[in-house]
């Protein structure tokens, strides 16, 4: 690994899987080098895959197979900003539909417990419109869906 701040992911023996999905669902995503553990530890055997290097849209990550002692939780997302609502559908649908789940408010879980908050650029900028009651639209708008219409938050934000 190159970079010297690395986020590193707590996976109980799927980092490769996890890696390989974000490498095919995201862009500017691709998986590195995969070490094996020299010997045997608590939640693996001597061969097995410890860590795998990866990134996910340019961000240097590590997966470690660490076992089952924690689970991921929505402390911790990526956010995606998309473009549209292709974009926003087509990311949604990839974490979702391959045993994911939906959330609130532009939420979902991957199937590893990874949370992601699929953000279209049209919704940070109707919530940060400086008319506020257009922004309050938005945002009441938002609060009522899982995946975001990027639709219905263009025809709240214009009243």
Same mark, same amino acid.
């Given at each position: ?17 996890? *890696? ?25 055997? %001597? ?21 089952? *002692? ?23 649908? &990839? ?5 994911? %789940? ?23 900028? *109707? ?6 009651? &257009? ?5 009441? *708008? ?18």
């Amino acid at each position: 690994m190159v970079s010297k701040n690395t986020i590193c992911l707590w996976y109980d023996g799927t980092a490769l899987d996890a *890696a390989q999905f974000y490498a095919r669902t995201f862009p500017d995503s691709a998986v590195g080098r995969i070490h094996r553990a020299p010997g045997d530890y608590p939640s693996g055997k %001597q061969g097995d895959v410890l860590t795998v290097e990866f990134t996910v849209m340019g961000i240097p990550c590590i997966g470690l197979n660490g076992g089952p *002692a924690f689970r991921h939780s929505e402390a911790f997302s990526f956010q995606v900003a998309t473009d549209d609502q292709a974009e926003t559908d087509r990311l949604w649908n &990839a974490i979702v539909g391959n045993g994911g %789940q939906e959330s609130a408010c532009g939420w979902c879980k991957d199937q590893w417990g990874v949370s992601w908050q699929i953000t279209p650029r049209a919704l940070t900028a *109707a919530i940060a419109d400086p008319d506020r009651a &257009a922004a309050k639209r938005a945002f009441d *708008a938002m609060m009522k869906m899982g995946k975001i219409d990027i639709a219905a938050i263009e025809a709240a934000r214009r009243g």
